[in-house]
T-cell receptor, first 113, second 112 residues
Framework: GDSVTQMEGPVTLSEEAFLTINCTYT??????LFWYVQYPGEGLQLLLK?????DKGSNKGFEATYRKETTSFHLEKGSVQVSDSAVYFC????????????FGRGTSLIVHP | SQTIHQWPATLVQPVGSPLSLECTVE??????LYWYRQAAGRGLQLLFY??????ISSEVPQNLSASRPQDRQFILSSKKLLLSDSGFYLC???????????FGQGTRLTVV
């Protein structure tokens, strides 16, 4: 079955540092890939998505590229802010009626001033 | 546009008491609905999902149950709460023809 593996956290950075959170997946065919963000005490918000190989999803300065050859979807941001502190989930989805979205375990990001 | 409402936001319940958490989706019909639990510092655990009224699939045998009495309403229940039921409960929906899922704001349940 489908699975998603993302790097263990927490990731601790200083403000304006470069961010990479690694995500790899195992799946057949061509699923869609997502990054969700969860701020403290809140639900998950869709941050960005990519629906086919070589697509780049981007939002709020974050970006991730769907790499079929390496089965990866790493999240990057050039300059993080304190307000980016949150838990980030990599996920895999399909449009099938009974498909259950598959999530990684989440990576906590802590950004210090 | 579609919105998802989940309540209450916070709940403190004694051990052995009943539980009812409600989730309602607006602006769509026949969504897939999901209940997840997130323990402190942990990932998401799928508890139940539903593809239609009265259709419930359970992923983890436990002290909880779910019901879908109406197309856009999903309820999570327990007859007697355990300490281990504490956690952050998230409702999510997904339209069958769309790839991404959308989440409610969550309910923080503390069993004391």
């Amino acid at each position: 079955g489908d699975s998603v593996t993302q790097m263990e956290g927490p990731v601790t950075l200083s403000e304006e540092a470069f961010l990479t959170i690694n995500c790899t997946y195992t799946a057949t065919g061509y699923p869609s890939l997502f990054w969700y963000v969860q701020y403290p005490g809140e639900g998950l918000q869709l941050l960005l998505k990519a629906t086919k190989a070589d697509d780049k999803g981007s939002n709020k300065g974050f970006e991730a590229t769907y790499r079929k050859e390496t089965t990866s979807f790493h999240l990057e941001k050039g300059s993080v802010q304190v307000s980016d502190s949150a838990v980030y989930f990599c996920a895999l989805g399909r449009a099938g009626g009974s498909y259950i979205p598959t999530f990684g375990r989440g990576t906590s990001l802590i950004v210090h001033p | 546009s579609q919105t998802i409402h989940q309540w209450p936001a916070t709940l403190v319940q004694p051990v052995g008491s009943p539980l009812s958490l409600e989730c309602t989706v607006e602006g769509t019909s026949n969504p897939n609905l999901y209940w997840y639990r997130q323990a402190a510092g942990r990932g998401l655990q799928l508890l139940f999902y539903s593809v239609g009224i009265g259709q419930i699939s359970s992923e983890v045998p436990q002290n909880l149950s779910a019901s879908r009495p109406q197309d856009r309403q999903f309820i999570l229940s327990s007859k007697k709460l355990l300490l281990s039921d504490s956690g952050f409960y998230l409702c999510a929906w997904k339209f069958p023809g769309v790839v991404e899922a959308f989440f409610g704001q969550g309910t923080r349940l503390t069993v004391v």
